[in-house]
């Protein structure tokens, strides 16, 4: 970020409050529009009565808005009727696409891991188109090359997220009953016990545990995406990773690498994962509060450092893992 003296940082953050609600994305991602209610909801992506009610304190969880984070150095507190929404589905969508997840317990149906991919998918173009408007007013008004850099990434990932989207359509198109939900592969992982954090994300993989790259970190032209829930339910802690099975390739040593894994890996990958990759998730004020402040700020610090720059190539198996998992145990 250039700098800015304290006038023109204040300045530009009421700039940027205004400018954020005037770029709020309201239409329904679905395009079969003649079926569209005319209501557009503001949809939760993580589930809100089975999921963050079931981690909230009081009704409140602790999230984080990416662009408060960076200035202010903290997450913050929400309540759940706010928190994980976007305006990115009709209320008649939202109701009859999500069904299956929304009114029943987690069974590693097929149906259920293409749904939770498909609503992180189409979260993730909901904020995209947020924040392509966003940096395209910032690129004309400041002429900054970071803005206009940005600015030029948001478009190609915009345009990749487009074409992932059509990949669930084409499916979500048929009757139910001719769906084929193994167009997408998931790994599903289990904690014997549950962690109150809930997380519906998209994220591109920079490395593999060798150091091989996955997805350039200097372009966002042709990523390939992993879809990552995780939510406790029924005694577990259930960790959803996904990915098109087209694209399997490219990520089978890194998934098998995984396979390998104890619980304690597994806890300590994800938590790096979540803490390095993934803006959309929710934790227990409660359990947050209970870690101790040095280590909130490092993971906080380990947030904003993401923003600033590309990732190592060992970020997977850093030598001293914070283990979020155990942070949120119940």
Same mark, same amino acid.
């Given at each position: 970020?250039?700098?800015?003296?304290? &006038?023109?940082?204040?300045?530009?953050?009421?700039?940027?409050?205004?400018?954020?609600?005037?770029?709020?994305?309201?239409?329904?991602?679905?395009?079969?529009?003649?079926?569209?209610?005319?209501?557009?909801?503001?949809?939760?992506? =993580?589930?809100?009565?089975?999921?963050?009610?079931?981690?909230?304190?009081?009704?409140?969880?602790?999230?984080?808005?990416?662009?408060?984070?960076?200035?202010?150095?903290?997450?913050?507190?929400?309540? =759940?009727?706010?928190?994980?929404?976007?305006?990115?589905?009709?209320?008649?969508?939202?109701?009859?696409?999500?069904?299956?997840?929304?009114?029943?317990?987690?069974?590693?149906?097929?149906?259920?891991?293409?749904?939770?991919?498909?609503?992180?998918?189409?979260?993730?173009?909901?904020?995209?188109?947020?924040?392509?408007?966003?940096?395209?007013?910032?690129?004309?008004?400041?002429?900054?090359?970071?803005? =206009?850099?940005?600015?030029?990434?948001?478009?190609?990932?915009?345009?990749?997220?487009?074409?992932?989207?059509?990949?669930?359509?084409?499916?979500?198109? &048929?009757?139910?009953?001719?769906?084929?939900?193994?167009?997408?592969?998931?790994?599903?992982?289990?904690?014997?016990?549950?962690?109150?954090?809930?997380?519906?994300?998209?994220?591109?993989?920079?490395?593999?545990?060798?150091?091989?790259?996955?997805?350039?970190?200097?372009?966002?032209?042709?990523?390939?995406?992993?879809?990552?829930?995780?939510?406790?339910?029924?005694?577990?802690?259930? =960790?959803?990773?996904?990915?098109?099975?087209?694209?399997?390739?490219?990520?089978?040593?890194?998934?098998?690498?995984?396979?390998?894994?104890?619980?304690?890996?597994?806890?300590?990958?994800?938590?790096?994962?979540?803490?390095?990759?993934?803006?959309?998730?929710?934790?227990?004020?409660?359990?947050?509060?209970?870690?101790?402040?040095?280590?909130?700020?490092?993971?906080?610090?380990?947030?904003?450092?993401?923003?600033?720059?590309?990732?190592?190539?060992?970020?997977?198996?850093?030598?001293?893992?914070?283990?979020?998992?155990?942070?949120?145990?119940?």
């Amino acid at each position: 970020m250039f700098c800015m003296s304290r &006038k023109n940082m204040i300045e530009f953050s009421k700039h940027y409050s205004k400018l954020s609600e005037k770029c709020r994305f309201k239409e329904c991602v679905f395009p079969v529009k003649s079926e569209c209610s005319e209501k557009i909801v503001k949809a939760h992506s =993580i589930q809100k009565s089975k999921i963050l009610a079931h981690i909230a304190d009081k009704g409140m969880i602790i999230t984080m808005d990416p662009r408060r984070t960076f200035f202010t150095g903290s997450f913050e507190e929400l309540g =759940i009727k706010t928190a994980s929404t976007f305006h990115g589905f009709c209320n008649h969508h939202d109701t009859k696409i999500f069904s299956d997840i929304e009114n029943k317990d987690y069974n590693s149906t097929l149906n259920q891991n293409f749904l939770f991919a498909y609503r992180a998918c189409a979260r993730e173009y909901v904020a995209k188109k947020e924040v392509l408007c966003i940096d395209k007013d910032l690129a004309d008004r400041t002429k900054n090359s970071i803005f =206009i850099s940005k600015f030029m990434a948001d478009k190609l990932d915009i345009k990749n997220l487009i074409n992932y989207l059509n990949k669930f359509h084409k499916e979500l198109f &048929k009757p139910k009953e001719s769906r084929n939900y193994n167009v997408l592969t998931t790994k599903s992982y289990n904690l014997p016990y549950e962690s109150l954090i809930a997380v519906n994300s998209v994220f591109n993989l920079t490395y593999d545990f060798n150091g091989k790259v996955i997805n350039d970190p200097m372009t966002s032209k042709d990523m390939v995406l992993l879809f990552l829930n995780v939510f406790p339910q029924n005694n577990k802690t259930h =960790i959803l990773l996904s990915c098109f099975s087209d694209e399997l390739d490219k990520f089978r040593a890194f998934l098998s690498h995984i396979d390998t894994f104890s619980e304690l890996q597994l806890e300590n990958l994800f938590s790096q994962i979540i803490i390095v990759h993934c803006e959309n998730f929710c934790l227990s004020p409660q359990k947050w509060r209970r870690i101790k402040i040095d280590k909130r700020r490092e993971i906080v610090s380990i947030f904003q450092d993401t923003m600033l720059g590309p990732t190592k190539s060992n970020y997977l198996l850093s030598t001293a893992p914070i283990n979020l998992f155990k942070f949120l145990k119940k």
